[in-house]
């Protein structure tokens, strides 16, 4: 009976892992494109404004599903760090913590999203503020979400990269092509970072950035969410 339980483990932690890292997906897409894209436009805070106001639940909506996908990033560190503890138990820890890091720092950054809310809502900063200074506030607060998240976007490179090493390293644990693929997706995060830190001219090459970490960061977590979740691991 215990030998069952153990064989079973590998792959329950499995199932955690993928189906965690697919969901985290299709919630991170609909909060990305229906709220950062489709309301915020970053050069018209007054458009902002009304986009958010008379869409306020589909506002709510994405910030809730930022929530559960910062639930989400807890598990999958966890089942992460069951799966490939056996390849390195130090490394492994370390791909967690860099995930539990980049978690909470998203967290904070995510906390102006409801100061947006209240904000436009509260009938007490109508008065206090005027019009403009009520967009500026705005502005202000959804770029000290983006800026927090960039950061938390340095941290979740590294724990690409570990990720990224230990499946290489694991010798057909998960397939070593995955793991190629996520430090890939790890070297276009850090670069897309620094290029934000350092370039005053980052919007002329955002295109440019958004590819070099969209491509292997789409095809090596999507890739790791099916393979989890379908295939499973190989108990060596």
Not at 116 to 138: E, I, M, R, W
Not at 162 to 189: D, Q, T
């Amino acid at each position: 009976m215990t030998n069952r339980i153990t064989e079973a483990s590998p792959l329950y932690y499995s199932r955690v892992a993928g189906f965690g890292l697919l969901l985290m997906a299709i919630l991170a897409m609909f909060s990305n494109f229906s709220v950062l894209e489709g309301l915020i436009i970053p050069d018209d805070a007054a458009t902002t404004a009304t986009n958010i106001i008379t869409n306020e639940m589909l506002f709510r909506s994405g910030f809730t599903s930022f929530i559960i996908v910062l639930i989400l990033d807890v598990l999958v560190a966890w089942a992460l760090y069951v799966l490939l503890r056996p390849v390195n138990k130090n490394l492994a820890m370390l791909a967690a913590w860099f995930r539990l890091v980049y978690t909470a720092i998203f967290g904070i950054a995510l906390y102006n999203f409801l100061n947006v809310l209240q904000l436009l809502s509260g009938a007490k900063y109508l008065t206090v503020f005027t019009t403009d200074q009520l967009h500026a506030q705005l502005m202000l607060l959804i770029h000290a979400f983006n800026n927090g998240w960039l950061i938390g976007l340095v941290f979740f490179g590294f724990h690409l990269l570990v990720l990224g090493y230990l499946i290489i390293k694991s010798g057909g644990y998960i397939p070593r092509i995955i793991g190629i693929f996520l430090i890939l997706a790890s070297a276009g995060y850090l670069i897309d970072s620094i290029a934000h830190f350092l370039l005053p001219n980052y919007a002329d090459y955002k295109t440019i950035f958004l590819l070099v970490v969209a491509i292997p960061g789409v095809i090596g977590e999507l890739s790791l969410a099916f393979w989890l979740l379908i295939k499973g691991v190989k108990v060596q």
